[in-house]
């Protein structure tokens, strides 16, 4: 019945998909969305809000609010901006996030790894390129 639906076979991927992020980040108290912008802020410090929200493709309220949860934890900092405007904000990783960057990164590389296994090099990197071309004409 729901073999032609896009809505009910790509939430059920983004289910499973989940369930495994979860547990991979559980063990640093971080979501997969907090984890990989931290990793992203680890990888390119000073980084604004805006820059995050491009990059990550998530809306502006969304990027703040995780900015607000990595910064109630330690995880991050926000710095004025060099434009001199208050609301341009760089957004710097702490002490202790830079702690646990190695482990992140190795975490994204065991994730990688595995979803290797489960569904094969050609098919993941077809899968994640398909997905990327959608979103981007499915507005």
């Not at 934890?73 to 960057?101: H, M, N, V, W, Y």
């Not at 398909?130 to 004409?137: A, D, F, V, Y």
Request: charged share 25%; hydrophobic share 35%; proline share 3%.
């Amino acid at each position: 019945m729901f073999e032609r639906c896009l809505y009910f076979n790509i939430n059920a991927l983004t289910r499973a998909v989940n369930r495994i992020w979860d547990e991979a980040f559980a063990e640093f108290d971080l979501s997969p969305s907090h984890a990989y912008l931290l990793r992203l802020v680890l990888t390119t410090p000073g980084l604004t809000p805006k820059q995050i929200g491009q990059e990550l493709k998530l809306e502006k309220s969304t990027v703040t609010r995780f900015l607000d949860s990595l910064g109630k934890k330690g995880f991050i900092l926000r710095k004025s901006g060099t434009s001199g405007d208050a609301r341009e904000q760089a957004i710097c990783p702490t002490k202790k996030s830079e702690k646990i960057a190695t482990q992140l990164e190795e975490k994204g590389k065991q994730l990688y790894k595995t979803m290797l296994k489960n569904i094969g090099q050609t098919e993941l990197i077809s899968l994640v390129k398909n997905l990327r071309n959608i979103e981007t004409n499915i507005k």
